[in-house]
Nanobody, 122 residues
């Protein structure tokens, strides 16, 4: 099972990026998925999460109104649209997946991707 995150890069404050996570090796269409981030010297924190059917989502307070998580179960993909990026959004972003279907707002995900770096300059 692999989760491959992509879409990171270096952008200026105010710009947008769309992160993608491709799952392979098994279907996650019935499982919860999430995006985490880890800034240098800090813990890995949950940014956004989505239940298996996309009907329930969660966002940490600092990204509400700017980030949107979505999923494409037919193609085993999860996305994180990030708008109005700020320097404090700079981090390595990880996607995670779980076999449990309901929204997961902790770090108990079973599968983890390798991370993609997002750097936001001021």
């Amino acid at each position: 099972v692999q989760l491959q995150a992509s879409g990171g890069g270096l952008v200026q404050a105010g710009a947008s990026l769309r992160l993608s996570c491709a799952a392979s090796g098994r279907s996650f269409s019935s499982g919860a998925m999430g995006w985490f981030r880890q800034a240098p010297g800090k813990n890995r924190d949950l940014v956004a999460a989505i239940a298996w059917n996309g009907r329930s989502t969660y966002y940490t307070d600092s990204v509400k109104g700017r980030f949107t998580i979505s999923r494409d179960n037919a193609n085993n993909m999860v996305y994180l649209q990030m708008n109005s990026l700020k320097p404090e959004d700079t981090a390595v972003y990880y996607c995670a997946a779980d076999q449990r279907s309901s929204l997961r707002v902790d770090d108990s995900y079973y599968y983890w991707g390798q991370g993609t770096l997002v750097t936001v300059s001021s």
